[in-house]
C-alpha cells in the first residue's frame, strides 16, 4: 500500500495533541488516512498510555466515572477529560479509529455517526482485521455513502479495495454509483486518480452508459497546424521551382 508511515506517525503525534484534522491531514489524499491509520498503530503499540483509549471514548456519551489528568506527556489512569473544542474531540476520536486496541476502534466508531469528517477512517476500518469492527464499520459505511460522499471516498475506496477485505467497499461504491443520478459517475470520468477513471468506465460499460468521447483539442490543433504549414511550404517550393 506504500503508506506514508512516517508522516502518519507525525500526524498521530500531532493529532493525539488535539490539532485539527484539517490542519493535520491532506483530507482529501487517500494516502494520507492509510497512513495515519498505520502511523497510529505502529507509533502507539508502545506507548498506548498517550493515546485516547475505549474509557475515553465512552466519556464521550456521558457514563459516569473517574476522569484522569494529561501530565508530564501521558494521560494518569482513570477516564480521560473530554477536551473542550470539538475538533480536538474529532481529532482524538481519529487517533480511537486507528488505536492497536480493537475494543477502542469499534467503541469509538459509536461516536461518529454526526462526524462526516470521519467517514475516511469508517472506510480504512470497514477492512479491520477486527471482525466486530469491520461489520460495525461496514454499517455506518452503507449508512453514509451516497451520491457525494461516494464521489469524494471513491480514491480512498478503491486503495483501500486492494487489501485483503477491500472487497466490500468497491462494491457497495458501485452499487451506489449504479443507483445515483448519471452525474455522479460521469464526474469521475475525468478524476485526477487513474484508477477512479478505470474504476468509472468499467462501470460504465457494464451498465451501457454512452461513454465520453476522447478529446484533445490541443493535438488536433497542432496536427492541423503542422500540416497547414507543410502544405504552404510545399506550395511554396512547387511555385519556386516552376518559375
Do not use: N
Not at 492497536?100 to 476502534?105: I, K, L, S, V
Not at 467497499?169 to 469521475?188: I, K, Q, W, Y
Amino acid at each position: 500500500m506504500h503508506e506514508d508511515l512516517r508522516g502518519g506517525e507525525a500526524a498521530a503525534a500531532r493529532l493525539v495533541q488535539g490539532m485539527p484534522l484539517g490542519e493535520v491531514l491532506d483530507v482529501a489524499d487517500p494516502a494520507a488516512w492509510t497512513g495515519l491509520d498505520l502511523g497510529v498503530r505502529t507509533w502507539g503499540c508502545c506507548r498506548t498510555d498517550i493515546l485516547p483509549d475505549k474509557a475515553w471514548v465512552d466519556g464521550l456519551g456521558g457514563a459516569s466515572g473517574t476522569r484522569g489528568t494529561w501530565a508530564d506527556g501521558r494521560w494518569a489512569s482513570g477516564w480521560r477529560p473530554e477536551p473542550v473544542d470539538p475538533s480536538s474531540v474529532e481529532a482524538l476520536l481519529a487517533v480511537a479509529l486507528c488505536h492497536p486496541d480493537g475494543r477502542t476502534r469499534e467503541a469509538a466508531l459509536a461516536r461518529v455517526a454526526d462526524r462526516p469528517a470521519l467517514l475516511p477512517l469508517v472506510v480504512v476500518r470497514a477492512t479491520d482485521w477486527v471482525a466486530p469492527v469491520r461489520d460495525r464499520a461496514r454499517d455506518l459505511l452503507r449508512a453514509g455513502l451516497d451520491a457525494r460522499t461516494g464521489v469524494a471516498l471513491a480514491p480512498l475506496i478503491l486503495r483501500i479495495g486492494r487489501r485483503e477485505r477491500g472487497a466490500y467497499g468497491v462494491e457497495l461504491l458501485g452499487a451506489m454509483l449504479r443507483r445515483a443520478p448519471r452525474g455522479a459517475l460521469s464526474s469521475l470520468f475525468l478524476h485526477p486518480d487513474r484508477t477512479v477513471r478505470r474504476f468509472a468506465y468499467r462501470l460504465a460499460v457494464e451498465e451501457s452508459l454512452a461513454l465520453p468521447r476522447p478529446v484533445r483539442p490541443h493535438r488536433r490543433l497542432g496536427r492541423r497546424r503542422h500540416r497547414a504549414g507543410v502544405v504552404r511550404r510545399g506550395g511554396s517550393g512547387r511555385r519556386a521551382r516552376g518559375r
